[in-house]
């Protein structure tokens, strides 16, 4: 069981940055996603990284705004969002398949965090 804890999501004016974190409760986790649900809308992909770290994606929506990195010695994955619009406030996950695969479907992962909410005010 891989338990993932994410964190430093808040209130930010668009324009503004922020960082999140996924904390991972075990190492060498192959595929890390980060995905995004606004209200009444489907949970999206926003960025996924391997755990080498060279294969990262991302949606097109946030392609040149957001940097996704992960630090394998602390067992996360950073999130670095910038240049942020109020388009995307939303409550952003991470997770994780259970089998060794690159996936950007939701219904492909296995293991949720509980969620952190980032709200971008006009």
């Known amino acids: 069981q891989v338990q993932l804890v994410e964190s430093g999501g808040g209130l930010v004016q668009a324009g503004g940055s922020l960082r999140l974190s996924c904390a991972a409760s075990?190492?060498?986790?192959?595929?890390i996603g980060w995905f995004r649900q606004a209200p009444g809308k489907v949970r999206d992909f926003v960025a996924g990284?391997?755990?080498?770290?060279?294969?990262?994606r991302y949606a097109d929506s946030v392609k040149g705004r957001f940097t996704i990195s992960r630090d394998n010695a602390k067992n996360t994955v950073y999130l670095q969002m910038d240049t942020l619009k109020p388009e995307d406030t939303a409550v952003y996950y991470c997770?994780?398949?259970?089998?060794?695969?690159?996936?950007?479907?939701?219904?492909?992962?296995?293991?949720w965090g509980q969620g952190t909410q980032v709200t971008v005010s006009s």
């Open positions: 990284i391997t755990l080498t770290g060279v294969n990262a």
């Open positions: 997770a994780t398949p259970r089998s060794f695969r690159i996936a950007t479907t939701s219904s492909d992962y296995d293991y």
């Open positions: 075990t190492s060498s986790i192959y595929y």
